[in-house]
């Protein structure tokens, strides 16, 4: 049989459910999720087989108005993205529908040649006349290939959407080994899981403010790594919310993440993280480079 490889752009607006469907998608976790909207910062690729067929899903960040730099740089990493797509997937939370949010990205949408998908995501919460309504509006207003309706999270759905995009994908070589399921580095998935268990364990405590850098990465001769990572916030009553009573909270965060890679890459995992306040991080062309953002005037 013919193999099949091509770029799925995965697009919408911030907590349409893009990583969780990615991750659906690839079968095995590759993005970040937690319930906070703009979770994610950075385009990752998750590479999802079906028969013959590899389906490079680009999981980009939502795309808003954007106020600060790093906004900038998320939006630009999302139509960054998009660039060189087979296909558009365009998310939409089918509960909340056509938001404000939404209208310009579908207005933009219209300008792109390439092919749609419009993706009704979190169907397991929506009523089914809202959902037909939203799918004939969508229709109409970008003239998708198709309108498919599922939920990532309980995985409804999620069967078909996969195999329609192994039809669709076109013919050609595959870009990745059978076994990857990502394009991210260790390092960089080592900084990305210590941030969702930020984001999960803190909640609304700590807004946005905050980034996880890796410092140093050692790969030893027993198969294990050590990992320090420091974790940047802009004010001291930021640190004291990360750091928690005697260190708790950081000393959690921490467990957790080692758990998780530990998991994820399949070895020991020694993690070693400090919090560090520079109230001006949002402006350091490096930490952009450390975690795959443009520099964005």
């Known amino acids: 049989m013919t193999q099949r490889c091509g770029l799925v752009a995965v697009v919408g607006a911030p907590n349409a459910g893009k990583s969780t469907l990615v ?15 703009q979770t994610t910062r950075v385009r990752l690729m998750g590479v999802a087989l079906e028969g013959e067929s590899q389906i490079l899903l680009v999981d980009t960040p939502g795309i808003f108005e954007p106020r600060r730099r790093l906004d900038r740089a998320m939006v630009a990493a999302a139509w960054g993205g998009a660039q060189d797509a087979d296909l558009m997937a365009l998310v939409i939370d089918a509960k909340t529908g056509i938001t404000r949010r939404i209208e310009p990205l579908i207005e933009t949408l219209k300008e792109r040649r390439e092919p749609k998908l419009v993706i009704l995501n979190k169907v397991d919460v929506t009523a089914k006349e809202e959902l037909l309504a939203l799918a004939v509006r969508l229709s109409e207003a970008l003239a998708p290939e198709a309108v498919f309706m599922v939920s990532a999270a309980t995985g409804d759905g999620v069967a078909d959407l996969k195999a329609d995009l192994a039809a669709r ?35 609304a405590e700590l807004p946005y ?27 001291d009553s930021q640190k004291a919310i990360v750091l928690g009573k005697r260190g708790a909270r950081l000393k959690e965060i921490g467990s ?24 001006d991080w949002e402006e350091d062309r490096g930490l952009y480079r450390e975690i795959g953002l443009d520099w964005v005037d």
Do not use: C
């Open 23 to 37: 991750n659906a998608l690839v079968g095995q976790k590759v993005a970040i999720v937690s319930p906070k909207a």
């Open 209 to 235: 403010a905050s980034a996880v850098e890796t410092e140093k990465y050692e790969e030893h001769r027993d198969g294990s790594v050590t990992i320090h990572q420091q974790i940047l916030v802009a004010r």
């Open 256 to 279: 957790r993440a080692r758990a998780e890679l530990a998991a994820l890459l399949g070895r020991k995992v020694h993690l070693f993280l400090h919090v560090k306040v520079k109230a």
């Open 169 to 203: 994908v076109p013919e050609g070589p595959w870009h990745f080994p059978e076994d990857q399921v990502s394009d991210a580095t260790d390092r960089m998935l080592a900084a990305e899981v210590t941030r969702e268990q930020i984001y999960l364990q803190l909640h």
